[in-house]
């Protein structure tokens, strides 16, 4: 069930591209771009998530683990328990804080893991925006 799912991304994809060849816009095809990378951040974002909680699940009972350090109780929702590990994710990305932390060796090798992949994702991603910005901003002042 889940390589169709990814499957379809592979054909959304496919007509996103047959789209973008009839657009002769160059902003936009750079703002085509720019969003492909939020989407691409966004989605690393949801799969790191969904690993921290994941991990974080497969302790012991008995084990320190974030998901029972008292966040959550037996009436939260599932939505709540997923935004919670989304906003973590998304805290590693950027410099914010969150009460959310590692509680036991393994959460905390996959914290550090996750700190230098967001490192290098995010230095990239802002790379990119920086050189769409600049790009668009070179159109304009050919067009101007």
């Known amino acids: 069930a889940r390589s169709l799912r990814l499957l379809r991304l592979v ?19 750079i703002a085509a771009d720019m969003v492909r990378g939020m989407c691409l951040v966004f989605g690393l974002n949801h799969v790191l998530a969904c690993s921290w909680y994941g991990l974080s699940s497969l302790t012991g009972p008995d084990d320190n683990a974030w998901i029972r350090n008292g966040h959550f109780t037996a009436d939260d929702q599932l939505a709540y328990r997923y935004l919670t590990s989304l906003h973590w994710s998304i805290t590693q990305f ?7 932390f590692p509680c036991n060796t393994h959460e ?8 230098i992949f967001a490192l290098l994702v995010l230095s990239s991603f802002l790379s990119s925006i920086t050189a769409s910005v600049t790009q668009l901003r070179q159109l304009t002042w050919k067009h101007a």
Request: aromatic fraction near 2%; charge should be negative.
């Open 108 to 115: 905390r090798a996959f914290t550090v893991c996750v700190l």
């Open 94 to 100: 950027t410099p914010a804080s969150m009460e959310v």
């Open 11 to 29: 054909k959304l994809q496919s007509l996103i591209d047959e789209i973008m060849e009839h657009v002769e816009s160059e902003h936009v095809h």
